[in-house]
């Protein structure tokens, strides 16, 4: 069984940072891609940063700049440092994996995500 857990979510003035943290367990092989999307209110869930093995990254247009991805590869671990934050950025906010577990074809594994509110 893989698990994905995010903890650091909560309320935080326009302008405020969080940061995020995502932590898979389980019986890992490996994982390919780790990432974070969010869902607003009455819209649909979209990719926000996400980070290959490699290190590269993919951006939402929206956090570019104000929003960074790391990896911690021994831990299993994804965090999401959000600075400047704008009421906009509320959301549900879910961390997925990409990643192999008893030898089985790579499959995405999400988490059940953390609440960010920007409101002042």
């Known amino acids: 069984q893989v698990q994905l857990v995010e903890s650091g979510g909560g309320l935080v003035q326009p302008g405020g940072s969080l940061r995020l943290s995502c932590a898979a367990s389980g019986t890992i092989f490996s994982i390919n891609a780790m990432g974070w999307y969010r869902q607003a209110q009455g819209k649909q869930r979209e990719l926000v940063a996400a980070?290959?093995?490699?290190?590269?990254?993919n951006w939402a247009d929206s956090v570019k700049g104000r929003f960074t991805i790391t990896r911690d590869h021994a831990k299993n671990t994804v965090y999401l440092q959000m600075n400047s934050l704008k009421p906009e950025d509320t959301a549900v906010y879910y961390c997925?994996?990409?990643?192999?577990?008893?030898?089985?074809?790579?499959?995405?594994?999400w988490g059940k995500g953390t609440l960010v509110t920007v409101s002042s």
């Open positions: 997925n994996a990409d990643l192999t577990s008893n030898g089985t074809p790579p499959m995405r594994y």
């Open positions: 980070v290959t093995s490699g290190g590269g990254t």
